[in-house]
């Protein structure tokens, strides 16, 4: 069925004037992305609701206008529909697509995302009928983890009033890939910077910046507001990375973020209150750390350009 639709060029296009046949039936379908520009593409696929659910029908949309319908043909029958954001003319990497079963299977990654335009996912049921209406929430799988301040307060140290440099800031065990129709309540495909900092890896990203930023430089106990934002795929086992500079000595602060979750955004303001540990990996001291976090709405911000 998908390769007799493939061979259909109206089936590519929302504007085009369909052919009826006594088995099909037009979609008009709303797709909403709320929080992000409009995609390039969105592939649609319509699947059966019973048995292996086999692929009934698929379409890719381009040129996207919000709140502007666009729509599709598929059987009369009940359907599950699902979208996922891609780019324009991919429409082959789909050729190997039967069954739901497969398309859970498909990956988003890491290394292809963008903070400005993230790849988006969305799912709907149909009820039968020769003519449906349905909304499709599209939403982004990133999670958003932005360091609002930071601020040390060394008071009573050997080392209070000394200069004092953050020089980095990176995620670790941060989710790189992520199965999107599992709808960000598990747990990653796989992982990057597993417990240090992997720039070999990070360099073969579209936006390094996800993960990996020059940190603000000197801090002292009068907060920084340094707004840096991080992305990744929902996990448990992420911790957000503070390198730090004191005289000759390299450390770190490893802090472990709660269970992320996909379309929020994160937000801490950090005081370190003693010396890191010497290594990325380790915990550092008890109460070498006071956090204050926040979950807030997913939100979208100018970008910024970040010089390695």
Partial sequence: M??????LPAFFSSCSSHAYTPD???VYTTIQWTKTPAPEAVDLFFFETQGSQLLDAYQQVVQLEREKPVYGMCALGEKYLVALSGAAGETARWADIRTLGNLRKHVFSLAEESARTPLLFGQAQLEAGASRRCVLNMQPLLTAIRLRSVSCDFLGRPYFGEPFFLTQIFLTYAGSEYRPLEGGDGEPVSWVNPGY????????FKEPSLLWQKGPGEVSWTPVYTEQTFYCYPGSRTRLVLEARYDTLTCYYPIPLPQLVAGTCLEMDVTLTRLGAS???????????SLHTQRIPWEMREPVTVTY
Avoid: E, H, I, M
């Avoid at 998908?2 to 061979?7: C, E, M, Y």
């Fill in 2 to 7: 998908l390769a007799a639709f493939l061979q």
């Fill in 197 to 204: 900092l992997d720039t070999v890896a990070l360099r073969a």
């Fill in 24 to 26: 099909t039936a037009p």
């Fill in 279 to 289: 290594d990325p990996d380790f915990p550092t001291v008890s109460g070498a750390v």
